[in-house]
Structures are given as structure tokens and as C-alpha cells.
């Protein structure tokens, strides 16, 4: 507490330093600035910890600042021209315009106004640079994008230019036709006694085209899942019939889903258009822009879950 004490009356006399030296302090030609900021920094560092002697540092330093402020605004009484004149007099080297630059390292390290190498903002007298043995470096040419060729710009399509542009061959109207073709035409055969049922080849093999025959195929699958259209064997014939969505009395009396693989290749749908379609041209109505046999590549397989 004693040692505290002491810190705290010698930071209490530079304040009083300060305020009555003030007018010695802001000369150009005075340097007690700093010499009493080091002083105060010492005094601070050994009672860092007391609150009190914080109050005080504080109060040098803002004094400090002050002063220091008017010392640097005393510098404009003196143009740039005569303070190098006069520094040239007392350092020049010979009467000439060189500066003893020794001599002004020895003055200013006895000083002591600088702790570090400061760095150098001007120079005079003469002073030659290292040699510079850099390249200079080429110039770069800007690379030549043009292009010999036209540029192609692909055109913007619609959504409407995706869709189907004929309503026939829309997925919707096929199948409005296909359950429209299997009701009239088991409407027909249950009225002839051989019950509400169309033959399955019968109804979605087309003669010339086996891409559209794979489409009435995908078709009636779809039907099939909603519960439109139930498939039937007899004697080794497959049968389609037009039915209702099965509910849960109809599962808990015996109703079973089940999933069937329908695999056809070309060879199997021409060999089934050989047995099914002798002299006629299929159930369904031909859609327009449907290639014949002799102008369609056999497709290698195609296959439908249902």
C-alpha cells in the first residue's frame, strides 16, 4: 500500500509538471513530451493494479495529447523551405548541400529519439538504387475469339409444342376409346351368350403396327391398376372384362392382388398378330401417323408391369 502511495505522489507531480510547463512543452524546439510520457509509462507499470493511479496515468495522457496538439500546430509558423535550410546548415557536409549523415545518427542516437530505425520518407544528396536485372515482361495479346463458322442458336419451344399435338394420340383420349371399345364389345358378347368379355390379343393387337400395339397394352395396365378392367383365364385364353374398383368385401371374400410381367419382343407380337388378327384389322381404330410393318426398326423387347 505504501509503494502504491508513493506511484500515485510521483504521477500527482508530473500532472503539475505538465500544467506548469505547459508553454515549454509546446515549443517546436522542446522534446519533454516524450521524456515525461516515459516517465509516467514507468511509474504505471509498477501499479498497474490501483484503480487510483489509473485515474491519474489518464489524466497526464489526455494533457500530453493536448500539448502535443499545439506543438504540432506550431509547426506551421515554420515553412517546409526554412526548416530544410536550417537542417542542411547543421549537417551539411563541406559547405555543400550533402548531409554528414553520421553525424546526424550520432546526435539523434545520443538523444535518444528513436528506440527502432525509423523509416526513411526523404533523402538527400545522391543516391543510386540496386541495379534492376528484372525482364521486362511481354506484353499480353488478347486471344482471338471469333469464330469462322456462324454460331447455331437453338430456337425456344413452348410447353405447349411439347404436349400432344393431336388429341387421338394423347394417353386420355386413348383410353376413353379403349374402355369405350371393351364395353360395346362386351356388351355384344354377353348378349350372344358368351359372356361380358372381349379376347385380351383380340382387343389391343394391332396387325401393322407393334408400336401402337405396346401402347394399348401400356393402356389397359393403367386401367387394370384402377380397378377398371379385370383379366380373366379360359382354356388357355386370356380375357378382359370391364369391372368395378374391388372393395373391402370383396377382398375379405377372396379377392387377391396381384402383379403380372407382360415380356413381348417383335418376333412374339408378330407371331400373335399370325394367330389373333387373321382377316381383320383389330378392335381398336387405327391412329393416324402410325408406320407399317415394312417401316418400323423390331424393337429388341418391351415390357409393361401391370
Known sequence: M???????????QLNEIVDSQRHQLTSVSSCKISSIQGDADRIFSCSSHDSRAAVLDTCIIRKLAQCGAEQAGNLDK???????SSFIGAYSLGGSNKINWMRF??????????????????????????ADNKKPRAER???DRTTSAPLEVVSSVDVARLQEQHEDKAQVARIKVLMRTLKEHAQAADAAGRGARVNLFELILHPTSFSQTV???????????????SIQTCNGTAFVCPAKYATA??????????????????KTYRALVKKWCK???????DRDGRPGVNDEEPPTQRQRTS
Do not use: M
Not at 2 to 12: F, G, N
Not at 106 to 114: C, I, N, Q, S, T
Not at 215 to 229: P, S, T
Not at 279 to 285: E, F, H, I, R, T
Open 215 to 229: 401402347e394399348n397394352l401400356f393402356d389397359l395396365a393403367f386401367q387394370i391398376k384402377e380397378g377398371c378392367v
Open 249 to 266: 368385401q370383396d377382398y375379405s371374400s377372396g379377392v387377391v392382388k396381384t402383379q403380372n410381367i407382360v415380356k413381348i419382343d417383335y
Open 105 to 130: 545518427g550520432k546526435d539523434v542516437r545520443e538523444d535518444g529519439l528513436f528506440t527502432v530505425t525509423p523509416g526513411t520518407t526523404f533523402l538527400f544528396g545522391c543516391y543510386a538504387g540496386p
Open 141 to 143: 495479346k488478347p486471344r
Open 2 to 12: 505504501a509503494q502504491d502511495a508513493a506511484h500515485r505522489q510521483k504521477l500527482r
Open 78 to 84: 515554420t515553412s517546409p523551405e526554412q526548416w530544410v
Open 279 to 285: 382377316g381383320c384389322s383389330g378392335l381398336l381404330p
